[in-house]
C-alpha cells in the first residue's frame, strides 16, 4: 500500500537538477529542498514553473539570459525535459509524454493510490470529536463536528499516521439536570417506549420544555421589580437544577438512578444517528467518569502551589502573567466545570494511548478555553502540553440565521438527513437515472448520494470558516457538489464495464498524450502532495476540492476525447487505463470524506 516511488520523483529530479546547474555555472550553493518549483500557468507552455530572480545578483545576468541558460543545460542532462521557454524571470518546464505515460502506467491498477501505509509503531494521533451532550440530539452543528473528526482521522491515517477516534459524551451537569428536573415536573412518566419517541429526541423535548417555564420564571419575578440577572439567578427552577447538580456529585441514589435511566434513552439515539452518518469511535469517554480525575489534578495544582482557593471555597488558575485571565476550576460548592474534566480527560488520553498528539475537534467559540487547557496543564508539569491542538472550526448557519438549542431552533441530524434522503430520490427521477436498479439498490444509493451530498457541502469548506448549508444547492448534479463527483465515477465506471477489459496492456513508448489527457494524469501526479499538505493543515477541503478538479477534468476529457470508439487499439487502451485509474483517486479521495461511490446510477 506504500505509494511506489516513481509517482513522487519529477519534483525532486528537477530541484536536484536546478541545484546542480546553479552550482556548476554560477557558483550558487542551494539545497535541492529550496529550489522552489510551481505549477505553470495554463496560459504558458509547460509543466514546472522556475522563478529565477532569486539567483539573478549571484549568477550576475539578467533574468532572460539566466532562464534561458538554466533551461538549455535542464534540456540536455535531464531526459525527462522535453522543452522549455522563458517568460521574462520565469523558466517554464514542459515535461515529456514519456514520464507522464510511464507514471500513469506506473500507478494503473494499484487501488491504494494516493494512500500511504501506516505506521504502526509510531505514537498514535488521538482525534476527538462529536462530544455531544445528552440533554438533547444530535443537529446540524454536531454533524459539521462529525463529519470533520471522521474526515481528519481519515486524512491523517491516508497520510501515514496511526489514528484513533475518540469521543468524549458530557453526561452530567447543570444543563443535563435542566432536561431531567423538567421531566419529572411535566413528563408525566414518558418514555421513548411509550411515545414513539427517539430517545435523544424526547430528553431535548423537556431541556426545550426547562427553558420555556424558566424564561416565565425570571419575566415574573422581573415584573415584580426584580433585576433581570438577579432573576435569572434567583429562579426557583434555576435553583433546583442547581441542587440537583449538588445532589448527583454527592450520589445520591435516586438522582443517579434517573440520570442513568435517561442517558440510555440519549445513548440509544446518538448510536443511531452515528450509525446513519457512518461515523464511529474506538473509545468513547465519559465526563461523569473523568471528572474526579480532573479534581485530582486541581488538588495537586493547590499542593503545588500553582492554583489557589478563595476564601468562599472556589478554586482559581491566575494566568494573568500570561496575558489571560483567572479560571475557575472548582466551584465554591466544590462542583466541577468543563476545564476540570478536560484536564483529567487530557492526562487520561494521554496514558490510555501513549498518544503523540492530542486533537480536539470542537467550535472556534471554545479558541481561549483551550488555550487554557495548554497552558494549566504544562503548569502542572506535564511535558505533552504542547502536543495539544485544537482544531478550530467555524460555525454553521442557515439561510434563515443561527440555531438555538434551548429554544427548540436547531436543525435536527436525524430530520435533516431523511430530508435529503429525499430530496436526492426527487432529484435522481427527475433526471431519470437508475431505472434499470432494483428498489432495494435505489434505496441504497438515494442514501448515499444524500450522505454524499451533506458531507461534500460539508467538508468542501475549509474548517476555519463559518458556513452557510443549504440543503438544495448540495444536492445539485452539477456543479462542486458530492453527487456531481458520485455521477462522474458511475459513469467512469459504466465506461470501463462495457470495455470489457480487466487488464490494460499497451505499447507506451509510442504513445503520444493530448493535452486533456495531460491535465488529468498531471492531476493523479499531484495526489500525494495533496493529501500531505491537506493533512499537515488538517483540512479535509483539500481533498474535496481536489476530488471536484478531477472530475471537471474527467468530464471534460469525456466530453471531448473518444474512448471507446477510439480506432487506434493502443490508445483505446491507455484512455480505459487512464479513465480506470481516475475512478480509483476518486474512489480514495471522496473515502478520506466518508462518502460511497456508486457503481451504477
Request: a negative charge; aromatic letters at 10%; one cysteine or more.
Amino acid at each position: 500500500m506504500q505509494l511506489k516511488c516513481y509517482c513522487m520523483n519529477i519534483e525532486s529530479l528537477l530541484q536536484q537538477a536546478v541545484s546542480k546547474v546553479l552550482d556548476e555555472l554560477y557558483s550558487i550553493s542551494v539545497e535541492p529542498s529550496q529550489v522552489v518549483l510551481q505549477s505553470t500557468k495554463k496560459e504558458f507552455a509547460g509543466d514546472y514553473t522556475l522563478v529565477v530572480f532569486p539567483y539573478v545578483k549571484q549568477a550576475r545576468r539578467s533574468p532572460e539570459v539566466l532562464a534561458d541558460e538554466i533551461g538549455v543545460r535542464l534540456k540536455k542532462t535531464v531526459s525527462e525535459v522535453d522543452a522549455y521557454n522563458v517568460v521574462k524571470g520565469f523558466l517554464n518546464i514542459s515535461i515529456s509524454d514519456d514520464y507522464w505515460v510511464g507514471f500513469a502506467t506506473d500507478i494503473a491498477g494499484d487501488a491504494h493510490f494516493g494512500m500511504r501505509e501506516t505506521v504502526s509503531n509510531s505514537k498514535p494521533v488521538v482525534v476527538e470529536y462529536s462530544s455531544p451532550n445528552t440533554n438533547k440530539p444530535l443537529h446540524l452543528g454536531h454533524i459539521r463536528n462529525n463529519l470533520l473528526g471522521w474526515s481528519v482521522s481519515e486524512l491523517l491515517k491516508a497520510n501515514g499516521h496511526n489514528v484513533k477516534r475518540v469521543n468524549l459524551v458530557n453526561d452530567r451537569g447543570i444543563h443535563i439536570c435542566k432536561s431531567m428536573l423538567a421531566w419529572l415536573r411535566y413528563g408525566n412518566g414518558e418514555t421513548p417506549e411509550s411515545t414513539g419517541i427517539k430517545g435523544d429526541h424526547l430528553v431535548g423535548k423537556y431541556y426545550v420544555e426547562f427553558d420555556k417555564h424558566y424564561k416565565e420564571q425570571v419575566a415574573d419575578l422581573v415584573a415584580n421589580g426584580m433585576d433581570e440577572d438577579e432573576a435569572k439567578k434567583e429562579a426557583p427552577l434555576m435553583k433546583e437544577a442547581q441542587a440537583m447538580l449538588k445532589r448527583w456529585e454527592d450520589g445520591d441514589k435516586d438522582v443517579r438512578d434517573l440520570w442513568e435511566r435517561m442517558n440510555s434513552w440519549v445513548y440509544a439515539g446518538f448510536d443511531e444517528t452515528y450509525r446513519s452518518l457512518g461515523v464511529g469511535f474506538d473509545k468513547i469517554y465519559y465526563e461523569s467518569n473523568t471528572y474526579l480525575l480532573g479534581k485530582e489534578l486541581v488538588q495537586k495544582g493547590l499542593d503545588m502551589g500553582v492554583l489557589y482557593r478563595r476564601d468562599d471555597g472556589s478554586v482559581w488558575c491566575d494566568l494573568t502573567a500570561d496575558g489571560l485571565d483567572e479560571k475557575l476550576l472548582l466551584r465554591r460548592d466544590g462542583t466541577s466545570v468543563y476545564m476540570t474534566q478536560d484536564l483529567g480527560t487530557a492526562l487520561l488520553r494521554h496514558n490510555d494511548f501513549g498518544a503523540g498528539q492530542l486533537v480536539y475537534v470542537v467550535g472556534n467559540e471554545q479558541d481561549y478555553h483551550f488555550k487554557v487547557l495548554k497552558l494549566i496543564l504544562a503548569k502542572l508539569g506535564f511535558d505533552w502540553a504542547d502536543k495539544v491542538y485544537h482544531l478550530s472550526y467555524g460555525m454553521v448557519e442557515l439561510p434563515n440565521g443561527k440555531m438555538k438549542s434551548r429554544e427548540g431552533t436547531v436543525v435536527d441530524a436525524d430530520d435533516l438527513i431523511a430530508d435529503m434522503e429525499q430530496t436526492a430520490e426527487e432529484t435522481s427521477r427527475e433526471h431519470g437515472r437508475n431505472d434499470e436498479l432494483s428498489d432495494e439498490e435505489r434505496k441504497h444509493l438515494y442514501h448515499i448520494l444524500a450522505l454524499g451530498a451533506l458531507k461534500y457541502f460539508i467538508l468542501k469548506v475549509d474548517p476555519s470558516k463559518n458556513m452557510l448549508f443549504n440543503p438544495a444547492e448540495s444536492i445539485d448534479f452539477n456543479g462542486n457538489t458530492g453527487p456531481f463527483i458520485q455521477y462522474t465515477y458511475a459513469r467512469i465506471r459504466s465506461i470501463v464495464r462495457k470495455s470489457g477489459l480487466s487488464e490494460f496492456n499497451f505499447d507506451h513508448v509510442s504513445l503520444k498524450i493530448d493535452d486533456k489527457e495531460r491535465e488529468i494524469v498531471k492531476l493523479l501526479h499531484s495526489m500525494p502532495s495533496v493529501i500531505d499538505q491537506a493533512a499537515q493543515n488538517f483540512s479535509p477541503a483539500m481533498v474535496a476540492n481536489y476530488a471536484y478538479d478531477v472530475a471537471k477534468a474527467f468530464n471534460s476529457f469525456y466530453q471531448d476525447t473518444p474512448i471507446l470508439r477510439e480506432q487506434y487499439a493502443n490508445v483505446r487502451v491507455f484512455r480505459l487505463m487512464l479513465c480506470d485509474t481516475v475512478a480509483t483517486a476518486l474512489r480514495n479521495a471522496m473515502s478520506i470524506l466518508g462518502i460511497e461511490m456508486p457503481e451504477r446510477m
